[in-house]
T-cell receptor, first 116, second 117 residues
């Protein structure tokens, strides 16, 4: 079974608008972490934001926020005030367990295109 | 600039040839990983190493081998390349938990694009 599901292969958003990227996950481990990475057309992987399963508040990093709904096993990324430079592929990923074994499982990704 | 260096950045290879993708990090991270990225499949873990001297299999290990002789280097070898191994390969590293908040964030190299004909 897929551990991370991203159901939106591609999205268009108008500049300055907000966009929400969906991510659902599957784990039976009570301790886990959720990540979002950005991959621009140049190919590098850029870490955006992290949410721990025991974190009481939703994570925020500048224009990025993570809408963490634990009961629904979803960890949607919200990008506010989109900019042209936000056009990229976005990956949701999960680490299971509190151990030192930090293998991440990734979703298939969502391509975001920001229109001027 | 500190980080992860991968080589080569791009390679075209004939099927059946042996190929080693190199990965070196200078962050003294304990754990290192190899992922392959394929369209529609995201990134899939090939092999990993939690510390020098140990390695483990990921989700798609067949046809690949790794070694971890020291902390800094984690080469990935394709013993006899096949066209299905055409992909973009990412090496990554992470700090192990030494106390305090450690998310397990992965630091990635810039990728190696491999084409097997």
């Amino acid at each position: 079974a897929q551990k991370i599901t991203q159901t939106q292969p591609g999205m268009f958003v108008q500049e300055k608008e907000a966009v929400t990227l969906d991510c659902t996950y599957d784990t039976s481990d009570p301790s886990y972490g959720l990540f979002w990475y950005k991959q621009p057309s140049s190919g590098e992987m850029i870490f955006l934001i992290y949410q721990g399963s025991y974190d009481q508040q939703n994570a925020t990093e500048g224009r990025y926020s993570l809408n963490f709904q634990k009961a629904r096993k979803s960890a949607n990324l919200v990008i506010s005030a989109s900019q042209l430079g936000d056009s990229a592929m976005y990956f949701c990923a999960m680490r299971e367990g509190p151990s030192n074994d930090y293998k991440l499982s990734f979703g298939a990704g969502t391509t975001v295109t920001v229109r001027a | 600039i500190a980080g992860i260096t991968q080589a080569p950045t791009s390679q075209i290879l004939a099927a059946g040839r042996r190929m080693t993708l190199r990965c070196t990090q200078d962050m003294r991270h304990n754990a290192m990983y190899w992922y392959r990225q394929d369209l529609g499949l995201g990134l899939r873990l090939i092999h990993y190493s939690n510390t020098a001297g140990t390695t483990g299999k990921g989700e798609v290990p067949d046809g690949y081998s790794v070694s971890r002789a020291n902390t800094d280097d984690f080469p990935l070898t394709l013993a006899s390349a096949v066209p299905s191994q055409t992909s973009v390969y990412f090496c990554a590293s992470s700090r192990r938990n030494t106390g305090g908040r450690n998310t397990g964030e992965l630091f990635f190299g810039e990728g190696s694009r491999l084409t097997v004909l």
